[in-house]
């Protein structure tokens, strides 16, 4: 491409009466790929109600600077909502209703419509014709990559809303609630808070305080969804959960049967 360019160059000078006229490679500008900086965040303090800014931490633009898609982020929402969602609306049909094995009256002689049951769909009382049958379940599978999906528009949209938080650790010096109460109102997080370790397993003082505060959650990193993202003001986040999130999405992004998971879902696979 450059040899090509330096003859059309030199092509060009032959016409040309003077050599600044003449132009040069520096005057083609290269068109290159635009590619989104790493976002930043400061990690706190955990263990006083002050915040303390300890670190930066970057943040890859693909899980936490993705397009806020608010279809996908709905259709999960949906999703979550109705899969969990049992329907025990039910009614009875003919066969199921105490009585009516005898004729109500004859066939022929009484001038009257013929019935042979008074329990049948046309009687009051009777049985109801593809009414509900419960227990009814609404569970449908969203595509893979639809939740993956979700999950970075979820945490790009709290990122920028300035509704997200990294600390260091769960570590706090007391288990009392006031403590961990004044430390939310200190710092701003918002009416509510979802607090997400990489593992199931908290420190004593944190999960004592937590249970008599009913606004303030904690959850695992394997149970992050869009739901309770959306559900709770703020989102605090570990250090450590971060770096295992960024890398379990990263995967699922760059995963070698990325087109098996594109198929439609199946129940039996």
């Not at 290269?30 to 590619?35: C, E, H, L, P, Y």
């Not at 931490?57 to 969990?84: C, S, T």
């Not at 009257?112 to 609404?138: D, E, F, K, Q």
């Not at 893979?144 to 509704?163: E, N």
Request: aromatic letters at 10%.
């Amino acid at each position: 491409m450059l040899k090509t360019l330096q003859n059309i160059l030199l092509r060009r000078s032959q016409y040309c009466t003077s050599v600044q006229n003449v132009p040069t490679a520096s005057d083609f500008v290269s068109v290159t790929r635009t590619v989104r900086e790493p976002r930043q965040v400061w990690v706190e303090n955990f263990d006083t109600p002050e915040a303390k800014k300890l670190e930066i931490l970057e943040l890859h633009p693909q899980v936490f600077a993705a397009q806020p898609r608010i279809d996908i982020i709905h259709q999960n929402v949906v999703w979550q909502k109705k899969y969990r969602f049992v329907s025990f609306a039910h009614t009875k049909q003919r066969f199921e209703i105490r009585g009516g094995g005898r004729k109500p009256w004859p066939q022929k002689g009484m001038g009257r419509a013929r019935h042979g049951s008074i329990r049948s769909n046309l009687w009051r009382g009777g049985g109801v014709a593809h009414g509900p049958r419960s227990p009814t379940t609404h569970f449908y599978m969203l595509p893979f990559f639809t939740r993956v999906l979700g999950l970075t528009s979820t945490l790009s949209v709290k990122l920028a809303q300035d509704d997200l938080f990294v600390v260091d650790n769960l570590d706090i010096p007391v288990d009392d609630p006031k403590f961990l109460q004044e430390m939310i109102d200190t710092r701003q997080w918002g009416p509510s808070v979802l607090i997400v370790d990489e593992s199931d397993i908290f420190p004593y003082n944190i999960t004592a305080a937590t249970e008599q505060i009913p606004h303030v959650v904690m959850m695992p990193l394997y149970g992050l969804n869009v739901y309770s993202m959306l559900k709770y003001h703020t989102l605090v986040l570990t250090k450590d959960a971060v770096q295992r999130l960024q890398e379990r999405i990263l995967y699922q992004f760059n995963r070698p049967d990325g087109k098996e998971l594109r198929k439609k879902f199946r129940v039996s696979q």
